[in-house]
């Protein structure tokens, strides 16, 4: 049974293979009079080709090609779009927004949509045709997405109901009010990336996502300097299974914040604070008592797993008001945070009064070498 399922794989990859080289050599090639025979099977036009082998075939080229597939005959066409749950266009450097233009009526089943840009060029009207069409969406990127408006967010908000994962870093000019209104609609939001977006990232805005997207996992506010705490303790009540936050040059808020997060977030594993200067060893301490605090009950329900919770990865770079013993208090309570080379999980750059501070398994290697002889001379 082995050997035969072996056999079919070895001429399913040989089959691909010949179609593939026939259908994109500029269309110098065809079938051919005798047609391409496999286990009794003839194919003499390229309609004739089985849906599931078609599908086999495209899965293996990239999604410029596939696009070009697409276009070979209807039946290509409508097996290819019924088909297809993933496509990125971030490699179209001209001309995206035409391409979206026609795409999105035809690719109805995307579930992902990856349409990053080196230079602007989507414009509202693309985003608002994939929101007429693509309604089973859970995954975009729209980041770096300068053109767009507050329409493109409203557009998204009435077309995509199970959307998970949105990235709009970069995209200045949303507003908070857009923003929120997004979360009404957009209540299944796991991972959020909001680096960059000024205007569209302020407490309002991350008020209203702590009240409508509770499963919210992963919150990406980097460089947005309108984030106080008032949004911060809102984010860190309203979303309990938080993991992953970037609060990098996040200026405004202070220990508070922190806190916060410490009480209200007991699955939190990545926390980068850099250059947040208000934050101090309140906030440091704030981690490791409630570390302490929830130890037994955490120790119980992972069964000796207890070195694996906690926070893995903490930036605080350019916090220059924290001090020493605070930090080395946090390295010691959460065994996931090291300083030694190579497992670098605690980023403290640009503070040179943190320079004494250890991991475990640093100060381990440090004694192992210490205690090695040196040669006389």
Same mark, same amino acid.
């Given at each position: ?8 794989? @070895? ?13 994109? =050599? ?25 849906? @599931? ?69 989507? @414009? ?30 409203? #557009? ?27 979360? @009404? ?43 106080? =705490? ?10 309990? =299974? ?13 220990? =508070?914040?922190?806190? #916060?997060?410490?009480? $209200? ?11 947040? $200067?208000?934050?101090?060893? $309140? ?81 381990? #290697?440090?004694?192992? #070498? ?8």
């Amino acid at each position: 049974m082995a050997e035969e399922v072996k056999r079919r794989r @070895e001429d399913l990859n040989l089959y691909s293979e010949k179609p593939m080289m026939l259908a994109f =050599d500029g269309g110098k090639s065809g079938i051919g009079a005798g047609g391409v025979e496999i286990e009794g099977l003839v194919i003499t036009e390229w309609k004739d080709i089985p849906m @599931e082998l078609l599908l086999r075939i495209v899965s293996l080229v990239d999604d410029r090609t596939l696009i070009m597939a697409s276009g070979v005959c209807s039946g290509w066409r409508d097996a290819i779009c019924s088909g297809l749950t993933h496509l990125c266009l971030s490699w179209c450097k001209n001309n995206m927004n035409n391409l979206v233009l026609s795409l999105a009526p035809k690719f109805t089943k995307l579930q992902t949509l990856v349409l990053r840009q080196d230079k602007p060029q989507l @414009e509202d009207n693309a985003v608002e045709t994939i929101a007429s069409y693509c309604h089973d969406l859970q995954d975009l990127d729209l980041s770096k997405s300068f053109k767009l408006s507050d329409l493109s967010l409203y #557009a998204l908000a009435h077309g995509f109901p199970n959307l998970t994962k949105l990235n709009i870093s970069g995209c200045t000019a949303f507003s908070d009010v857009s923003l929120e209104y997004l979360t @009404e609609f957009c209540r299944k939001l796991k991972i959020l990336n909001l680096c960059g977006c000024v205007n569209g990232a302020t407490d309002r805005a991350l008020q209203a996502i702590g009240r409508n997207c509770s499963q919210l996992q992963s919150l990406n506010l980097g460089w947005c300097e309108n984030v106080g =705490d008032v949004g911060v303790m809102s984010l860190a009540y309203g979303c309990p =299974d938080l993991r992953t936050l970037d609060l990098c040059g996040c200026v405004c808020i202070t220990d =508070d914040s922190v806190i #916060a997060l410490a009480n $209200r977030c007991p699955r939190l594993r990545s926390l980068c604070l850099y250059y947040c $200067r208000n934050i101090t060893d $309140r906030a440091m301490y704030s981690l490791v008592h409630n570390r302490v605090k929830n130890k037994p009950a955490m120790w119980e329900s992972t069964k000796g797993r207890y070195d694996e919770e906690g926070l893995k990865s903490l930036n605080i770079s350019q916090c220059t008001a924290i001090t020493p013993p605070a930090v080395q208090a946090l390295c010691d309570s959460f065994p996931a945070l090291h300083t030694c080379s190579g497992r670098h999980s605690l980023v403290m750059s640009g503070c040179w009064n943190l320079t004494s501070v250890h991991c475990a398994c640093a100060v381990q #290697a440090h004694h192992t #070498a210490s205690s090695i002889p040196h040669p006389a001379h």
